[in-house]
């Protein structure tokens, strides 16, 4: 039974009566029969809650900031109507911070035998399923003064994906790849190397690429045009462990890794590559493998959004073993990890010569753009020791950029707006340098 706020206000009306008209336990017990022979109607008169069907549908994936909607139908099979207030209970973070208290409930009348819908509209503020703890209804009686209170648990469950914030960068590099592979109206073959057609020779063409063969026979000079390799394999690698737990700005370094692998696996499945995906730390926590060109956005972002740091430090031989039997062959392997000199040099810089020897490496890690902010203060003394370990920090991760890039390593050290766009631009100096 639950009573509302009308009850109290008649209750509080009946004492002053009482105490200004009628002061006597007469007065009392009128007035306290009445209310309570008014709780008691409205009671009975309430629709039943435990024999009402609740049925929950709408979207099931949202992208991480966008609104998903979720639809709950009440059916009420009792012949009284129902005047319900509604709680659809979520957990904090599925609600727009703030909105919680508001958006969660809902009035709705439902007359008997027939049913009505209502909609709660979430909007995740962090990745991963977000799932529904249960329904309550609170049944009003006619009066509005009592009513039946009981809960459902009609389960759900909204997937809150990664926002891919880095999909504006997508057109301006497939226009590059479409000039690298010679689709384009400017006046450049495409680059290359797999051999694509044989054309006219037109003024401005490269001499070197004369078919001096195919001009005999054809009597006329033909040249060779070429196109960046395709079916290349690509790995990416996704360090889950420690590092990637630290902060920059207000979201973890997993958070813009996510987005930079997200870009590069949409251009690569554009230009015709293969992409597969690791996530490892201490173990292996997700791997997506052999997807159609069509699936394999979808699949990346479904195993991403369940993707958390891992607060101890990475089994980098047990991550470049998997890593390995995943790329048999000649690939290239993008690894998304920290720079941070001891992770770096005590488990990562030994093991790097089973991965250069066959495959091409990116090392790609997200850089605090806070450390320029310190590395420029001056004016006290706070401020010149915060510039000195900022400093002493960006030539630390310098030191371990050319150390790997010694062995044969791309490496690549942007803040987290950046660090999509480089790996993409990258991927493409790789493709038109016949790298991979």
Excluded: C
């Excluded at 659809?88 to 409930?105: F, M, V, Y």
């Excluded at 009981?150 to 790849?177: E, I, M, Q, Y």
Aim: net charge positive.
């Amino acid at each position: 039974m639950a009573l509302t706020g009308r009850t109290a206000l008649i209750a509080a009306l009946g004492a002053l009566f009482v105490g200004l008209l009628l002061p006597s336990w007469t007065g009392i017990g009128a007035v306290t029969g009445a209310l309570l022979l008014a709780v008691l109607a409205d009671l009975v008169l309430a629709a039943p809650v435990r024999s009402l069907r609740i049925v929950r549908g709408g979207d099931t994936t949202v992208r991480l900031g966008d609104d998903a909607s979720v639809e709950l139908t009440v059916t009420n099979p009792s012949g009284r109507p129902l005047r319900a207030l509604i709680r659809d209970a979520w957990a904090p973070s599925a609600w727009r911070p703030g909105t919680a208290e508001t958006a969660s409930r809902h009035s709705l009348a439902v007359p008997g035998g027939e049913r009505r819908r209502t909609v709660s509209i979430l909007t995740p503020g962090r990745r991963g399923d977000h799932h529904a703890h249960r329904v309550t209804v609170r049944s009003l009686g006619p009066l509005g003064l009592a009513g039946r209170q009981g809960s459902h648990h009609v389960p759900w469950t909204v997937r809150a994906l990664p926002p891919f914030n880095s999909r504006k960068h997508l057109p301006s590099r497939l226009a590059r790849l479409r000039e690298l592979d010679g689709r384009t109206s400017v006046l450049t073959r495409g680059q290359g190397t797999e051999f694509d057609s044989l054309r006219e020779y037109l003024p401005g063409d490269d001499v070197r690429s004369i078919d001096w063969r195919a001009s005999a026979r054809r009597n006329a000079v033909a040249v060779r045009t070429w196109r960046p390799e395709r079916d290349r394999h690509i790995l990416v690698v996704l360090d889950t462990g420690r590092t990637s737990a630290g902060r920059v700005g207000d979201a973890p370094r997993l958070d813009a890794a996510l987005d930079a692998a997200l870009l590069i696996t949409a251009l690569a499945t554009r230009a015709g590559d293969r992409v597969d995906l690791l996530a490892h730390d201490a173990r292996k926590r997700a791997a997506v493998i052999g997807s159609s060109p069509s699936e394999i956005l979808p699949a990346f972002t479904n195993a991403m959004a369940l993707l958390e740091p891992a607060l101890h430090e990475t089994d980098m031989r047990s991550l470049v073993s998997t890593a390995l039997k995943m790329a048999p062959h000649r690939s290239l392997i993008v690894l998304l990890t920290g720079l941070d000199a001891a992770p770096v040099e005590d488990g990562l810089r030994p093991l790097l010569p089973l991965l250069t020897k066959r495959h091409e490496v990116v090392l790609a890690s997200v850089a605090d753009p806070h450390l320029d902010v310190l590395a420029a203060g001056r004016g006290t003394v706070e401020a010149v020791y915060g510039a000195a370990a900022a400093e002493q920090t960006r030539a630390d991760r310098r030191h371990t950029a050319d150390r790997l890039t010694r062995h044969g390593v791309t490496v690549l050290d942007a803040p987290p707006a950046q660090i999509a766009p480089a790996l993409a631009d990258a991927y493409l100096a790789l493709k038109a340098a016949g790298r991979l």
